[in-house]
């Protein structure tokens, strides 16, 4: 595509490098760029810098945050006795939404995932033990609840185990944390026909009175 | 979404304005972005003011440029006497890639669409005739050809039979310039079964001897 000028090509390759954008959809939101009003382009470029400057982790939960604490962690309403563990922000956002968890979150940064180089020293957990070990000590005779929410495949498995066993060797935490997992089962509008057999399989064994 | 930084907001709001891009995906764009090094992020705002402020637009045919002239208007070696209508650098870029043409082109910025809003005044038709104007006062007794590439729908052809008329109408032009349109018709790998009616006919009209 040399028939396009350097800075035009540029930016395209710096598209194409985001998730979910390919090399024609890159070139699609370029050229809409350059027919814009500027104001566009260097609104976007602005707001890129703020993010990346402005932005903090949230030093409780890792959540992003613009000051020392997100505002899920300011917030004096939420219940302190439950951590959810997600593994990133999305899915902490995902879990918002539904308003129905009013505790705190423990956000990882990743997964256990040993294909793509990543060991449990490479995401939160050291954190997580640390954090609960903090909570045993502060408040005595008190139990909080680990709800572990990473996806579920193998990995995500890989790491609620990974997790729910670091805690069961803790002589502290073993008595002061309930670890539990959100419930597999049917997705709303699923067709059983078409559902796997894992997911069955599941199911059947979560099955719950009515 | 107020348990995330306003920043963060802000960035997400202006992907999710790109074409293409929906709120999710615009999501996990800026979390993809801030889980990345700065450079990234502060290399996509450098370049995306960098292609506003450096990109020009060229004098002769309106592709994007860096010079007055865009590479393919600088290169003597195309051919001066065809030229190629596309409504948009996309388009222009798509044509280029077969390497069959060899001529230089003439790059709208638009289609006609009253639904829209865009009439023939909106988009380069004037900058057309005139440039044609211009060939055929400078080399006598050469015919240009102009060859329509817009989009096979209904603005696309529209637009086309616009300018077809408008040459028809001209008496300079009309003599001096032969207008054809891109061949209709199966496209390769094309299921004869499922082809819409139209382009079925399209491909009959314009039959050719084997």
Do not use: T
């Given at each position: 595509m040399s028939f396009l000028p350097q800075n035009i090509l540029d930016l395209i390759d710096e598209f194409s490098s985001?998730?979910?954008?390919?090399p024609k959809s890159a070139a699609r939101i370029v050229f809409f760029l350059q027919k814009a009003p500027n104001e566009l382009s260097l609104d976007l470029a602005e707001k890129l810098k703020q993010a990346k400057i402005s932005t903090k982790i949230c030093?409780?939960?890792?959540?992003?945050?613009?000051?020392?604490?997100?505002v899920i962690c300011q917030n004096?309403?939420?219940?302190?006795?439950q951590i959810l563990v997600v593994e990133d922000s999305l899915d902490l956002i995902a879990i918002e939404k539904t308003g129905i968890f009013r505790g705190l979150y423990h956000v990882l940064g990743g997964i256990i995932s040993p294909m793509n180089g990543?060991?449990?020293?490479?995401?939160r957990i050291k954190e997580l033990l640390k954090r609960l070990e903090q909570i045993a000590k502060k408040k005595e005779g008190v139990f909080t609840e680990l709800i572990i929410a990473t996806n579920p495949n193998m990995e995500g498995e890989a790491t609620a185990l990974y997790i729910q066993k670091e805690i069961e060797n803790n002589r502290l935490l073993s008595k002061r944390v309930k670890v539990t997992r959100l419930a597999r089962g049917l997705a709303t509008g699923a067709d059983i026909d078409y559902i796997d057999d894992l997911t069955i399989k599941k199911a059947i064994e979560g099955r719950a009175e009515m």
């Open positions: 985001l998730p979910g954008i390919g030093q409780n939960c890792y959540n992003l945050s613009e000051a020392e604490l997100c004096e309403g939420r219940n302190e006795d990543v060991g449990p020293d490479e995401i």
